[in-house]
């Protein structure tokens, strides 16, 4: 059991950029999840994944938002025309049980100036 | 709706003291309830969780929690606290029955005084 990695673990970017997160889920982890948190808050959830299926999309996902999981295996979430409001830390979790509860990895942090 | 609350921003605790940090929620249906802690520049690490069975629920690193229906309380806690328990702590209910998300506090920040 390696964990959930992500990478990067810290991205600056400016305005208008478009930026890519990638999630390795721990191995033979059918679900996956990204969660999005902001300075002082808890995480919010964004999307999940059943294998290569996204099941569940929640309305913080903007049209500039899009995330994929090809083959069911890791996964990567672009955020197309960065504005500031995406400045926060990116959290991808993976889980086999059905019970959301998952193991999370250790974010992406995204600033945008 | 689903929602959790952490009356508590900040708890401050001298070290070798139990430790109490407070979690209220509101979900229907039976409720499954988390708590995480998150170190600097960390993700998040999984403590413990309730779904059913006897309340008094025991995790990693020492803590528990104690689920009370009635009150609709999570509380976590933990005998005797540690320097390296400071960190932030988040309660967490999965949203409505069957949903495949879980909703998260706002977090406690946990200071062990030495």
């Known amino acids: 059991d390696t964990g959930v990695s992500q990478n990067p673990r810290h991205k600056i970017t400016k305005r208008g950029q478009n930026v890519t997160f990638r999630c390795d889920p721990i191995?033979?982890?059918?679900?996956l999840y990204w969660y999005r948190q902001t300075l002082g808050q808890g995480p919010e959830f964004l999307t999940y994944?059943?294998?290569?299926?996204?099941?569940?999309k929640s309305r913080l996902l903007s049209d500039r938002f899009s995330a994929e999981r090809p083959k069911g295996s890791f996964s990567t979430l672009e955020i197309q025309r960065t504005e500031q409001g995406d400045s926060a830390m990116y959290l991808c979790?993976?889980?086999?049980?059905?019970?959301?509860?998952?193991?999370f990895g250790p974010g992406t942090r995204l600033t945008v100036t | 709706a689903q929602s959790v609350a952490q009356p508590e921003d900040q708890v401050n605790v001298a070290e070798g003291n139990p430790l109490t940090v407070k979690c209220t929620y509101s979900?229907?249906?039976?409720?499954?309830l988390f708590w995480y802690v998150q170190y600097p520049n960390r993700g998040l690490q999984f403590l413990l969780k309730y779904i059913t069975g006897d309340n008094l629920v025991k995790g990693s690193y020492g803590f528990e929690a104690e689920f009370n229906k009635s009150q609709t309380s999570f509380h976590l806690k933990k005998p005797s606290a540690l320097v390296s328990d400071s960190a932030l702590y988040f309660c967490a209910v999965r949203g409505q029955t069957g949903a495949n998300n879980l909703f998260f506090g706002t977090g406690t920040r946990l200071t062990v005084i030495p």
């Open positions: 191995s033979e982890h059918n679900r």
């Open positions: 979790a993976s889980s086999q049980s059905i019970i959301p509860w998952g193991h």
């Open positions: 994944f059943q294998n290569e299926a996204q099941l569940e």
């Open positions: 979900v229907s249906g039976n409720p499954y």
